[in-house]
């Protein structure tokens, strides 16, 4: 069993930035990938960005040169840092990570690009 946080959504204006974070529970967090995912009312969860177990990372092209993925095993915690923030993405950020076939979720944080 895997509890994940999210933290860090709000609102701010375009061009604006933003931190996310997810801790994680237990004691293996180094030894798995973890993802953000990010869904809009009545669309599909899609992938964000991605970090595996050794730091390797890809992103979705929509958010290429704007967010950093990273990770602090030390604290079990997975960042994204989000900037030149766009009206496009606003939508609820998920954490996840997998377990053989499972998929763990966090509650979600909402972002919010408006002026």
């Known amino acids: 069993q895997v509890q994940l946080v999210e933290s860090g959504g709000g609102l701010v204006q375009p061009g604006g930035s933003l931190r996310l974070s997810c801790a994680a529970s237990?004691?293996?967090?180094?030894?798995?990938?973890m993802a953000w995912y990010r869904q809009i009312p009545g669309k599909q969860r899609e992938l964000v960005a991605a970090i595996t177990s050794a730091g390797s990372t890809n992103y979705a092209d929509s958010v290429k040169g704007r967010f950093t993925i990273s990770r602090d095993n030390a604290k079990n915690t997975v960042f994204l840092q989000m900037n030149s923030l766009k009206p496009e993405d606003t939508a609820v950020y998920y954490c996840n990570t997998k377990r053989a076939t499972y998929n763990y979720w966090g509650q979600g944080t909402q972002v919010t690009v408006t002026s």
């Open positions: 237990g004691s293996t967090f180094r030894l798995y990938a």
